[in-house]
């Protein structure tokens, strides 16, 4: 690590296969800092089991995350990659920050609002608190920016906010000077992938979750699943694309197909106005399948070497712990703990 650098951090909860929403409004996005930023990657467990999850799938799914990392570009030759639950100061900072935020801001997180709505009355409490922890993640490492698809700005306000809080709470360094505790990160939202849409119910995110058949491109369907999603994606009752005012099913395959291509959403749009719905959805399946078949063969073949896969976690846990213990010791020691 290089200390003139900035630092660049973001994460996936290891639920499930990776989706196309992920990778366009995430994953995709952290290429182009590998270069000259520090970068920070991980597998987030901790926040997987804020639902519940199955141990056998969990584990599998936190080796799959790492190497779909690989697959995508991320070379972990220039990149920290590592697994959340392996970094125990996340877990600490976490309950510090609990403890210096509110009911009232965690209870405004409209994804705790949407995810909480399907619990009925037993509600986990990490549901709740899972910004926070988040918050955690980031501030543990100095971030400068933490690329994310839009759903997680709200995420990256309340962290703003916490850091914010901290510093003014505990403005002196151990060593007495005045000093920043924490450095305020800054989002970085993509311009196209950031939200893409379930391709059944178009008016919702796609998400991992989601039970509905085909709502969801994941990156290890294989060639033939990804183009029957796709020819099933949910559209309108008209039948072709009009150059005004485009449908949240239309709109979601243009963007899907822009993203995939870096393309303008216009640029893409004109390519169909006047033509039926269908050349839309197999053209749109086409260029995911061949943009997605080689990540997923990549992953596949990463998967099948778990010697290499530990030995860039294990390499990836001491980085990221030597920089994760100098802030919580720093923490710690302005909150009054006895550190002796
Ligand atoms: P998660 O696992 O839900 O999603 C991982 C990343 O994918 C983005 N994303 C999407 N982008 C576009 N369209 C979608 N439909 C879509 N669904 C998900 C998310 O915005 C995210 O960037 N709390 C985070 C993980 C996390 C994290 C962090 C991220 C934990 N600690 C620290 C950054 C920094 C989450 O649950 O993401």
Known sequence: MNATRKTVLSAVQPTNSMHIGNYLGAVRNWIPYLDEYDCIFFAVDL????????????????YRSIASYIACGIDPAKAILFVQSQVPEHAELAWVLTCH???????????????????????????????????ADILLYGTHLVPVGEDQKQHLELTRD???RMNHRFP?????????????????????????????????????????????VFLSDSDKEIE?????AVTDSGSEVRS?????????????QASFLNQDYNAVLQRY?????????????????????????????????????????KQGRAAARARAEKTLSEVYKRLGFVRE
């Open 47 to 62: 926040h997987s089991i804020t639902v519940e999850q199955d141990p056998e799938a969990l584990r599998e799914n936190t």
């Open 101 to 135: 935020s509110s009911m009232g801001e965690l209870s405004r997180m409209t994804q705790y609002k949407d995810k909480s709505q399907k619990h009925g009355s037993h509600i986990p409490t990490g549901l709740f608190t899972y910004p926070v922890l988040m918050a």
């Open 162 to 164: 916490l850091a914010e």
């Open 172 to 216: 002196k360094s151990s060593s007495g000077e005045d000093s920043a505790l924490f450095r305020v990160p800054e989002p970085m939202i993509a311009k196209t992938g950031a939200r893409v849409m379930s391709l059944q119910d178009p008016e919702s995110k796609m998400s991992k979750s989601d039970p509905a058949p085909g709502a969801c």
């Open 228 to 232: 029957k999603k796709f020819k099933r």
């Open 244 to 256: 005004e005012e485009q449908s949240a099913g239309v709109r979601n395959l243009i963007q899907i």
């Open 273 to 313: 106005v006047g033509k039926q719905y269908g050349y839309l959805k197999v053209d749109t399946a086409n260029i995911a399948v061949e943009h997605l078949r080689p990540i997923r063969e990549r992953t596949e073949a990463i998967l099948k070497d778990r010697a290499y896969l530990e030995g860039i976690l």
